[in-house]
């Protein structure tokens, strides 16, 4: 599985933007498909999950600011993202999981809120 992200970029702090993960391979192996972000000198942590049932789970400090889709004709998930703050601010990886516990990463995409 191969995984593309994109859409980062600099945005100012309460604006939205919206992130895109294309996924390609065997696409009929995955059960779920994510987003994790890391900002500069900490770990990678978890910020939206959605299983092959649709069911969606977020960290609490996006939660009714972020979420979570997915286009299936396009293999493709997204997460839109609003009222953003400056401690939204890092990179932006997409993750899949699949069926017999494997998972794939994209290579991430940046996101900087800033006036």
């Known amino acids: 599985v191969q995984l593309q992200a994109s859409g980062g970029g600099l945005v100012q702090p309460g604006g939205s933007l919206r992130l895109s993960c294309a996924a390609s391979?065997?696409?009929?192996?995955?059960?779920?498909r994510g987003w994790y972000r890391q900002a500069p000198g900490n770990q990678r942590e978890f910020v939206a999950r959605?299983?092959?049932?649709?069911?969606?789970y977020y960290v609490d400090s996006v939660k009714g600011r972020f979420t979570i889709s997915r286009d299936n004709a396009k293999n493709t998930v997204y997460l839109q993202m609003s009222s953003l703050k400056p401690e939204d601010t890092a990179r932006y990886y997409c993750?899949?999981?699949?069926?017999?516990?494997?998972?794939?990463w994209g290579q991430g995409t940046l996101v900087t809120v800033s006036s």
């Open positions: 993750k899949a999981s699949a069926w017999d516990s494997r998972f794939y």
């Open positions: 391979g065997r696409i009929f192996s995955i059960s779920s």
């Open positions: 959605i299983d092959s049932d649709g069911s969606t």
